[in-house]
């Protein structure tokens, strides 16, 4: 099994920045990928941003530019910076872990709130 544990949110003006970061412990070996969730009050979860074992990296269109998603193999943590944050960026963001075409565990989220 593997337990993530996602921390770092907090609340932040408009065009602040704030560093989210997930912890990972157990299983870490089957994890393919890591990925950035967010869910917004009233609406569907949307990925946020994700991060293969090679460091490969993608992200959701209303992020790029602004969030950039990380890794630190030694800590097994995987951090998300996020810069010039919206109000629209507000929402509960969660870390998922990927293996083999499928999240396999969730954090707990961690709350982001952007004031206009």
């Known amino acids: 099994q593997v337990q993530l544990v996602e921390s770092g949110g907090g609340l932040v003006q408009a065009g602040g920045s704030l560093r989210l970061s997930c912890a990972a412990s157990g299983s870490i070996s089957s994890i393919d990928a890591m990925t950035w969730y967010r869910q917004a009050p009233g609406k569907q979860r949307e990925w946020v941003a994700r991060?293969?074992?090679?460091?490969?990296?993608i992200y959701a269109t209303s992020v790029k530019g602004r969030f950039s998603i990380s890794r630190d193999n030694a800590e097994n943590t995987v951090y998300l910076q996020m810069n010039s944050l919206k109000p629209e960026d507000t929402g509960v963001y969660s870390c998922?872990?990927?293996?083999?075409?499928?999240?396999?565990?969730w954090g707990q989220g961690t709350q982001v709130t952007v004031s206009s």
């Open positions: 991060i293969s074992n090679g460091g490969s990296t």
């Open positions: 998922g872990a990927w293996s083999v075409g499928r999240v396999i565990s």
